[in-house]
């Protein structure tokens, strides 16, 4: 012997041998994972499946090496052939898919039965598959939840990777003699006793919203939500598995979904997902976990999605839950959760039609509704009609006066104000839910009526509300397309009045730097086109915006230059304008009888320049114009002309 397990293959599938290699990692404690075998329930008890072939695949999370403090770390020690051989002993083959081969074992020191998962040796020649396992597992390992299953241990020798995990036995019926019992899942429950009651089936998608609202907090999103990867234990409570699609949201984590890779199962995986898979969000298994509910309420693949095969209460939560936009879709599971809630109904333990018991609001004794007053306070126990305002007994289900149901009262009044609580945390689609709980309140006069009103008002508002907010988004892409900033800052300002997911929060940071530059960039076009005078009053604006980067200071200089040299240039044009008209008035004023002194002494220098043999000839011909002696000769013996 050479230290391997060697277990017989009766279906001759080729399988590497489980133990046949040097390491194994143990975990030190119990952590979730995935992919047991939930859709691949067949293999040993092919008689359950007899139409359906085996061609899923069976995919698998593993937890990665953490080193945390106290009862959170996962504790790892290396464990060779002989001591998994020692440990487990392999009962049967009890899977067999496209990706991997399930037994099922006995822990041979606890007493426990196991699944013991592997890859097959087609997808141990490609190492991309062996990479996902255990990268993808390992995430999925890091969750601790009663509806997601467990991994024992995981590690890989020389037939490959190979995970110990928990196995979960189906409900026990009169005709099954087997122990342990095969698995079950979700997709068997419904094939075989048909769609779920609305009750059972809300009761069982509120506890995978529970698994996968706290899988989504520690940054794992599911992708593969569908009937086969949710099995039902002994007790009909639910275990999420397969976690082989897994997307690990961790900048710490090497994505080996690929950009443009598509991952779905037909009518349960998310539209986005068959565009390209590492673009998902926790959206995705939102669609899911829809699809889940539609199934069990209708025994359809939500593929073929039809509204009113739904109850009326739960419509509009599952069509928003499989919208193809996921942006009209619920933003988390804790808010389909939520709507899921308010829509599960109450059951008879819950509401009786009368009541039996009251509450003092004085002293919070609850007394029996035989005795009119508190046994501790002494307070009558009445209470005022919501339509009349009559006084009535706790417990008097109609008032004696307007005959109001008071019970309908009370729920209206708790709906209205649950309506407006969502609508003060921008919880839109909320409010719409709840006007479904009153869709049968029936008011019995003027108050009952006021408050129909203000249920619709604010219903109304919620829905205005929500077209708005899927406006902005609409008009803020199409405002960062024009460039148009400052409309972009006032949407994002608006829409976060509107919404609490802060949508645009990567978005405003870079506002400033963007219309930076694009006030530069409208600044140089309006250089180059020579529009001095708008560029002037635009690098104002600039610098009253507080803009100092230096491509916009050389423009700046550029501006104030050139206006610099058109004012010298204007004060040059006034000053030669000015000695013009000086020089040229010369020979009008002497033609007018002002020669004398006086006039040679004010026009001297224009007699100075009739000297020069540039200007002679031209002044010459200026001063015949008006008939005068160019020379401008004076008067006789000095005396002046006037």
Known sequence: MDGSIVFADPAGSGQPPIGAGDRVDRLGREIVSTAMMGNRTMGKHPEQHPE??????VRMSIPPKVEADGGNSTVYRRMDAAALESQYQLIDKIGDGGMGVVYLARDRRLGRVVAIKRLNAQCLADPHLKDRLFQEARAAASLNHIYIVHIYALGEDAGGPFIVMEYIAGPRT???ER?????????????????????QALELIVKLCRAMEYA??????????????????????????????????????????????????LGYGAPE???????????????????????????????????????????????????????????????????LMMAQTPNESTVSTAK??????????????????????????????????????FGTPYCGVCGADAKAYETALRVLERMRQNLDRKEFALVGQEVLQIASFRPQGVNGRRLVEQVRELAEQANTAMRRRSALRTEIERELQAKHYEQVRLHIDEYDTLAFDRAFDDIRPTLN????????????SALVGNHWHYARRLAAEMVVAGIDTAEFMALQRRI????????????????????????????????????????????????WLRETPLLRQALDAYARLFGINPAFEPPPNGQDSR
């Open 273 to 339: 997902q068959e565009a390209d898979a590492s673009l998902v969000d926790e959206r995705a298994d939102v669609y899911g976990i829809g699809a889940l509910l539609y199934f069990c309420i209708t025994g359809k693949n939500p593929r073929y999605f039809r509204p009113n095969d739904l109850p009326e209460v739960l419509r509009m939560t599952v069509v928003k839950a499989l919208e193809i936009d996921r942006d009209q879709r619920w933003a988390d599971v804790k808010a389909l959760h939520a709507a």
């Open 216 to 265: 989504h907090s520690c940054g794992i999103v599911h992708r593969d939500l569908k009937p086969t990867n949710v099995l039902l234990d002994e007790s009909g409570e639910p275990k999420i598995v397969d976690f082989g699609l897994a997307q690990v949201r961790s900048s710490n984590d090497i994505r080996l979904t690929q950009p443009g890779e598509k991952m779905l199962s």
């Open 179 to 199: 122990t342990p019992t095969p698995p079950f899942s979700l997709a068997d429950r419904v094939h075989r006793q048909g769609p779920m009651a609305l009750d």
């Open 560 to 607: 104030r230059g050139y206006f610099r040299r058109r004012l010298i240039k204007r004060w040059v044009a006034g000053v030669i304008v000015i000695c013009s008209l000086y020089i040229l008035s010369a020979a009008p004023l002497f033609r007018l009888g002002l020669a004398g002194k006086r006039f040679h002494q004010v026009m001297a220098p224009v007699l």
């Open 52 to 57: 359906r072939e085996l061609t899923h695949t």
């Open 513 to 524: 730097r963007l219309q930076v530059a694009r006030d530069v960039e409208l600044l140089s």
């Open 174 to 176: 009169d005709t099954e």
């Open 356 to 393: 039996v018991t009251w509450r003092c609001k004085w002293c919070d004794t609850v007394n029996p509704t035989l005795i009119r007053f508190c046994g501790k306070c002494g307070w009558d126990g009445g209470e005022f009609c919501s339509e009349c305002g009559s006084e009535s007994r």
